[in-house]
T-cell receptor, first 108, second 114 residues
Framework: AQRVTQPEKLLSVFKGAPVELKCNYSYSGSPELFWYVQYSRQRLQLLLRHISRESIKGFTADLNKGETSFHLKKPFAQEEDSAMYYCALRPRDDKIIFGKGTRLHILP | NAGVTQTPKFQVLKTGQSMTLQCAQDMNHNSMYWYRQDPGMGLRLIYYSASEGTTDKGEVPNGYNVSRLNKREFSLRLESAAPSQTSVYFC?????????????FGPGTRLTVL
């Protein structure tokens, strides 16, 4: 079965500390993975996708096929990073499924 | 461009009532989606449509029907609302299956079923 697991509902991190939001997936084929973010009172929006191998707002994520993981990382947390983060999987053509989300709370 | 729009923004229904949530996009996207967002459950896919005239079930389709009226519009219907359908509903669109491209989301509809 295709599944996205985000084990942490809430992650609290001090400003300036490193951040790692965990995402594991279950899919037998070659996955396409994304991180979406929802800031307070805003729409969900794409943060980054694995194929781009990009860094957005200081965040990076590396696909580890051996561990079936796509963890989101940032070396130094900022207060504006507080938001809800969703990992998403596109197993085939148009179906896209999301994890349960992790609320990131940056402490001053 | 307005992007993805949803109506209404808020709705309160009584158990057993029916209603249709409307979604439209002006980006000429082929694929459209309906999700529900519940605390602790994240976003769950209800139905999606890869192109005009096609629809497919997602993870939680029971109690819902959809219509891809044309390329722009994708509606979600609750025939007989139940309290378990109290949720925030998001519509999204995406350019299409050929490209590895992102989903664009609407602002959401907050539905309460009493």
């Amino acid at each position: 079965a295709q599944r996205v697991t985000q084990p942490e509902k809430l992650l609290s991190v001090f400003k300036g500390a490193p951040v790692e939001l965990k995402c594991n997936y279950s899919y037998s084929g070659s996955p396409e993975l994304f991180w979406y973010v929802q800031y307070s009172r805003q729409r969900l929006q794409l943060l980054l996708r694995h194929i781009s191998r990009e860094s957005i707002k200081g965040f990076t994520a590396d696909l580890n096929k051996g561990e079936t993981s796509f963890h989101l990382k940032k070396p130094f947390a900022q207060e504006e990073d507080s938001a809800m983060y969703y990992c998403a999987l596109r197993p085939r053509d148009d179906k896209i499924i999301f994890g349960k989300g992790t609320r990131l709370h940056i402490l001053p | 461009n307005a992007g993805v729009t949803q109506t209404p923004k808020f709705q309160v229904l009584k158990t057993g009532q029916s209603m249709t949530l409307q979604c439209a996009q002006d980006m000429n996207h082929n694929s459209m989606y309906w999700y529900r967002q519940d605390p602790g459950m994240g976003l769950r896919l209800i139905y999606y449509s890869a192109s005009e005239g096609t629809t497919d079930k997602g993870e939680v389709p029971n109690g819902y029907n959809v219509s891809r009226l044309n390329k722009r519009e994708f509606s979600l219907r609750l025939e007989s609302a139940a309290p378990s359908q109290t949720s925030v509903y998001f519509c999204a669109s995406r350019e299409g299956s050929s490209g590895r491209n992102e989903q664009f989301f609407g602002p959401g509809t907050r539905l309460t079923v009493l």
